[in-house]
């Protein structure tokens, strides 16, 4: 069983930055693609970025592409997504997610594991 535990989350002004970490552990990190998901109030979840297990690859929903980058380590078991020029609409509950790298899928579209979410919420 694999745990994954997100922070870095809070409130920020529009424009603004933040960095959100998940860490891991109960597994092997370099078997997982690694993602990020979010969920605003009253919306369905979606996707917003992945990194493959290696680090070689990455995958950006269009609406954060060139705003968040994300990336890993793959020694301390830790996904990152940096976040910058923020943007109200991005307010949400944000969430990492590993799948097995065997499933390749570039977009995570069947994450084995969740993490618990962290709130992110952009101020205008």
């Known amino acids: 069983q694999v745990l994954l535990v997100e922070s870095g989350g809070g409130l920020v002004q529009d424009g603004g930055s933040l960095r959100l970490s998940c860490a891991a552990s109960g597994g092997t990190f370099s078997r997982f693609d690694m993602g990020w998901f979010r969920q605003a109030p009253g919306k369905e979840r979606e996707f917003v970025a992945a990194?493959?297990?290696?680090?070689?690859?990455?995958y950006y929903a269009d609406s954060v592409k060139g705003r968040f980058t994300i990336s890993r380590n793959n020694g301390k078991s830790t996904v990152y997504l940096q976040m910058n020029s923020l943007k109200p609409k991005d307010t949400g509950v944000y969430s990492c997610a590993a799948q097995y790298r065997f499933k390749e899928s570039a977009t995570m579209s069947t994450p084995d594991y969740w993490g618990q979410g962290t709130q992110v919420t952009v101020s205008s």
């Open positions: 990194i493959s297990w290696s680090g070689d690859s990455t």
